[in-house]
């Protein structure tokens, strides 16, 4: 199976403050790889796919980057409603898999 | 606007059957992959399997000897069933959508149901 570490699992962040989560696989998966973000008792949402397509709807300041093993989100202004747990999944090869999430929290 | 809605029973004794329905209104099945994901209390999530329009299946090797997923078109739903369920099945369940992109794997998910959360328990 291939594993997707993601670091930090925890981020402490202001309103207005650049926030970067990084997704790693552990083999390479090309630019199979998607970005959700899940509030609390919520579903997750589709924020990009494709590594850098933004689902539509959603807001510009999100951006996506990579290939192969590594992987970026970038919130480029961090707004109240991004506050959420974020997570990556890979749809490479069988069986899909999810990172662990990272948490993004108000400091 | 496409909307997907699970519902079942919210507890299951041990080794029997989780049975849950999600149904589908505002779209069709055509041209969608149907999906099963669930989340633990506190943990991440965990792809079950996914049904083509056609009926294909495919599903995570861990759950697959007591995973089936099945589709009814005609009632817009799709279903999960898990046998010989233990404590660690215990969680929030989802139904989501894929488009089918032919050769070209596109296994996001998008949109997901509300979830429904399945609890293991004698």
């Known amino acids: 199976d291939i594993q997707l570490t993601q670091s930090p699992s925890f981020l402490s962040a202001s309103v207005g403050d650049r926030v970067t989560i990084t997704c790693r696989a552990s083999?390479?998966?090309?630019?199979?790889l998607a970005w959700y973000q899940q509030k609390p008792g919520k579903a997750p949402k589709l924020l990009i796919y494709?590594?850098?397509t933004l689902q539509s709807g959603v807001p510009s300041r999100f951006s996506g980057s990579g290939s192969g093993t590594e992987f970026t989100l970038t919130i480029s202004s961090l707004q109240p409603e991004d506050f959420a747990t974020y997570h990556c999944q890979q749809y490479n090869v069988y069986p899909l898999t999810f990172g662990g999430g990272t948490k993004v929290e108000i400091k | 606007q496409v909307q997907l809605r699970e519902s079942g029973p919210g507890l299951v004794k041990p080794s029997e059957t989780l049975s849950l329905t999600c149904t589908v209104s505002g779209d069709s099945f055509s041209g969608f992959y149907w999906i099963w994901i669930r989340q633990p209390p506190g943990k991440g999530l965990e792809w079950i399997g996914h049904i083509s329009n056609s009926g294909s299946t495919k599903y995570n090797p861990s759950l697959k000897s007591r995973v089936t997923i099945s589709l009814d078109t005609s009632k817009n739903q799709f279903s999960l069933k898990l046998n010989y369920v233990i404590a660690a099945d215990t969680a929030v369940y989802y139904c989501?959508?894929?488009?089918?992109?032919?050769?070209?794997?596109?296994?996001?998910?998008?949109?997901w149901g509300q979830g429904t959360l399945v609890t293991v328990s004698s």
């Open positions: 494709a590594a850098s």
């Open positions: 989501a959508r894929s488009p089918d992109c032919g050769r070209t794997s596109c296994f996001w998910f998008d949109p």
């Open positions: 083999q390479g998966i090309s630019s199979y």
